[in-house]
T-cell receptor
Framework: GQQLNQSPQSMFIQEGEDVSMNCTSS?????WLWYKQDPGEGPVLLIA?????ELTSNGRLTAQFGITRKDSFLNISASIPSDVGIYFC???????????????FGKGTKLSVKP | DVKVTQSSRYLVKRTGEKVFLECVQD?????MFWYRQDPGLGLRLIYF???????EKGDIPEGYSVSREKKERFSLILESASTNQTSMYLC????????????FGPGTRLTVT
């Protein structure tokens, strides 16, 4: 089946640091999205991207839809403690046989605070 | 703000029981979805519905059924619960014109013993 490779799996942040994570696929996607999930809660939509090359910001978060349409990147600038959580990429492959709204999810990047 | 609510945060059921998970959204979304989330496997779509009484199978529909009698409510049914259905179940909803911008509920952690 379709798979998204999300990296890194986990990372530690110090307050004020910039953070980067990415998602890649062997298939071409027509939509990329980034979600954040806090412990015990459902994922919350952060950014949606619809065009190759698109760069979209939401506060300190910036995401890009890769030119090849096979990848996406999320950057968090000047991280703060409440950025801790699990970040998921998700997307819809262009030739996917699944139904409308059917998303493929990455396995997540867990952001933790450096001890 | 979009609000998606799920009937229970935690549920413990016995093997063989029939289990109902309820989801309600208040944003007049046409689409509603049921996912399960397991460590190492991520989120996987079980079923979705784009209209009242309409449903489509997702990637892992076996052992589950759904019901959508009203636009705001989408139920997931485990006909005969099994231990391998122990999981976190997440409901989501979205507008028909932006199906991928999905809003999730808080989840129901189901344990089948």
């Amino acid at each position: 089946g379709q798979q998204l490779n999300q990296s890194p799996q986990s990372m530690f942040i110090q307050e004020g640091e910039d953070v980067s994570m990415n998602c890649t696929s062997s298939s071409i996607f027509n939509t990329w999205l980034w979600y954040k999930q806090d412990p015990g809660e459902g994922p919350v939509l952060l950014i949606a991207l619809y065009k190759a090359g698109e760069l979209t910001s939401n506060g300190r978060l910036t995401a890009q839809f890769g030119i090849t349409r096979k990848d996406s990147f999320l950057n968090i600038s000047a991280s703060i403690p409440s950025d801790v959580g699990i970040y998921f990429c998700a997307g819809h492959p262009i030739f996917y046989g699944g139904s409308q709204g059917n998303l493929i999810f990455g396995k997540g990047t867990k952001l933790s605070v450096k001890p | 703000d979009v609000k998606v609510t799920q009937s229970s945060r935690y549920l413990v059921k016995r093997t063989g029981e029939k289990v109902f998970l309820e989801c309600v959204q208040d944003m007049d979304h046409e689409n509603m979805f049921w996912y399960r989330q397991d460590p190492g496997l991520g989120l996987r779509l079980i079923y979705f519905s784009y209209d009242v009484k309409m449903k489509e199978k997702g990637d892992i529909p076996e052992g589950y059924s759904v019901s959508r009698e009203k636009k705001e409510r989408f139920s997931l049914i485990l006909e005969s619960a099994s231990t391998n259905q122990t999981s976190m179940y997440l409901c989501a909803s979205s507008f028909l014109q932006s199906p991928y911008e999905q809003y999730f509920g808080p989840g129901t952690r189901l344990t089948v013993t």
